[in-house]
C-alpha cells in the first residue's frame, strides 16, 4: 500500500474566499494551471466537479481553490483533500500534457512579476479593497520584488502585518522564485503615517525590511533582552500562551549576537520555531527594529555551495561571467525556484570568501536582468561583510575589479592543480 499523500489545508489571510492546499510534493513538475473550466485535465475536472469549488489554481505543490459564495470553506477541505489524492494516485499528468511548463530554470524577473500581480488581483486586493487598499507589484529584479501599498494601507499601523502575514505568504506560496518581498511605499505620506513615529531607517533601508519595533515590546533586564510575548507569538504563528510553552519545552529557540566590523555595538535576536523565525537588530541606543532572520544553513545548502565552487573553477575564462539562470542549468537545476537556491548560495559563500580573506567567488556570477553586473543581493553582502565599493566608487567598477580578482584566483588554482 502506498503512503498517504500529505496535504495541509490553509485559509489564507485575508481572503475569505479561498482555500489553499499545501502538498508534500509538487502536483506536476514544470506545470501550472489557472482557470474556472475543467477542459480534460484530470485534476482540474475532479475539483471542479466538486459542488462550491468555482475556480483553482495550481502552482508547484500548492492548490488553491476559489469557493462560490455561500460555501462553507471548511466543508470543501475533506472533499478537495480526498479528490487531490485520488487524482494524483491514478496519473502522472494530473493538469494534462499540455499544461504550461516554465522555461528551464524558472520564470524569468517579467514572468515572476506576471505570476505575483495574479496573486495580488486574484487573491489579495479584493479583500484588502474592503479597507480602502491596494497593493501592486512595482519592479522585480533577480527575484526582488517591490510591492506598494496605496490607499487605506499607505501609512496604516497594520500595513506591515498586512504585508507580511498575509500577502507575501500568498505570494511565496504561488511563486516560489521570490526571493524577497520589500515594500517601497512612502508611509510616512499616508493618512496614518506609522513609520514618521519612528527612528529613520538606515540609509537604502525599507519599511518591510527595517520594521520598527514599538516601544516596550523589547526590553532589557539585568544585561539580557525580553522580547514581550503578545508582540513575538504572532510574528511565529502562535498565540503568547503557546509560545511560553514552546520555549519551555525547548521547541522554540533564541539566540543573541553581538555585531562586529561595521556592525559594532548592534545586538541581534533571533527566535526559530519549526520552518519560522524572527529576528530584531537593537541599536546602542536601544532603538529596535525588525530585519531578515539569518537562514539557518543545511547539509544540503553546504553540499550546493560545494557544487557552486567546482563548477565556477572548472570554467574556462571566456564562459565567465556567466549568468545566475545558466549557472542553475549547469548544476541540473530546472525546477521553480532553483536560481533563488543558486543565488542565496552565491551569498553564503561570501562570508566564506571575506573569513579567509579571499575575492568574493560570487564575483562571477552576474544577471542578464541587470546589465550582466551581479544582482543586488551581491552589493549588499558585500557592504554588510565590509568589503563592498569605496565611499563614491561606482559599484559596476568596484565588481569588475572584484570579478578580475576572483579569476586570477580561483581559475588559477585550477590550472596549477
Not at 36 to 59: C, K, N, S, T
Not at 86 to 101: F, M, S
Not at 188 to 203: D, L, M, R, V
Amino acid at each position: 500500500m502506498s503512503e498517504r499523500l500529505k496535504i495541509r489545508a490553509e485559509r489564507p489571510a485575508g481572503d475569505p474566499d479561498t482555500l489553499r492546499f499545501v502538498l508534500e510534493r509538487e502536483v506536476q513538475p514544470g506545470a501550472e494551471f489557472s482557470g474556472a473550466e475543467p477542459g480534460a485535465a484530470p485534476l482540474p475536472r475532479a475539483l471542479l466537479a466538486i459542488e462550491g469549488v468555482r475556480a483553482l489554481h495550481v502552482a508547484g505543490r500548492v492548490v488553491t481553490v476559489t469557493r462560490t459564495p455561500g460555501t462553507d470553506r471548511e466543508a470543501l477541505k475533506a472533499p478537495v483533500a480526498a479528490a487531490i489524492r485520488a487524482v494524483l494516485a491514478e496519473t502522472d499528468a494530473p493538469l494534462g500534457d499540455g499544461a504550461a511548463a516554465p522555461a528551464p530554470g524558472a520564470r524569468d524577473d517579467a514572468g515572476v512579476r506576471e505570476a505575483v500581480q495574479h496573486v495580488l488581483d486574484a487573491q489579495a486586493n479584493p479583500s484588502i479593497a474592503a479597507h480602502g487598499g491596494h497593493v501592486a507589484v512595482v519592479d522585480v529584479q533577480d527575484g526582488v520584488v517591490s510591492l506598494r501599498m496605496s490607499g487605506g494601507c499607505q501609512g496604516c499601523a497594520a500595513s506591515a502585518a498586512t504585508l507580511r502575514q498575509g500577502v507575501e505568504q500568498m505570494i511565496r506560496m504561488a511563486v516560489p522564485e521570490v526571493r524577497e518581498i520589500v515594500d517601497v511605499t512612502d508611509h510616512s505620506a499616508g493618512t496614518n503615517p506609522y513609520y514618521a513615529q519612528a527612528p529613520a531607517a538606515p540609509e537604502g533601508a525599507t519599511p518591510l525590511l527595517h520594521r520598527p519595533v514599538p516601544p516596550g515590546a523589547i526590553t532589557e533586564e539585568q544585561g539580557r533582552f525580553m522580547v514581550a510575548p503578545d508582540y513575538l507569538a504572532p510574528k511565529l504563528g502562535l498565540t503568547a500562551d503557546a509560545l511560553r510553552e514552546a520555549l519551555r519545552a525547548g521547541d522554540a529557540a533564541a539566540t543573541v549576537e553581538e555585531g562586529q566590523g561595521p556592525d559594532a555595538g548592534m545586538t541581534r535576536i533571533t527566535v526559530r520555531h519549526g520552518e519560522r523565525a524572527w529576528a530584531a537588530e537593537i541599536a546602542p541606543d536601544g532603538a529596535a527594529r525588525e530585519v531578515p532572520p539569518p537562514r539557518r544553513a543545511t547539509d544540503d545548502e553546504a553540499a550546493l555551495r560545494q557544487k557552486i565552487r567546482a563548477q565556477l573553477a572548472g570554467l574556462a575564462p571566456g564562459e565567465l561571467p556567466i549568468t545566475y539562470g545558466a549557472l542553475a542549468r549547469s548544476l541540473g537545476m530546472y525546477m521553480p525556484g532553483a536560481v533563488r537556491r543558486v543565488t542565496r548560495a552565491l551569498e553564503a559563500t561570501m562570508a566564506e570568501d571575506a573569513a579567509a580573506g579571499r575575492p568574493f567567488l560570487a564575483a562571477l556570477v552576474v544577471s542578464r536582468m541587470r546589465g550582466r553586473t551581479p544582482g543586488q543581493g551581491f552589493f549588499d553582502e558585500a557592504a554588510r561583510l565590509g568589503r563592498g565599493p569605496a565611499a563614491g566608487e561606482d559599484e559596476a567598477a568596484w565588481w569588475a575589479r572584484e570579478m578580475a580578482a576572483a579569476r586570477d584566483t580561483y581559475l588559477a588554482r585550477v590550472d596549477a592543480g
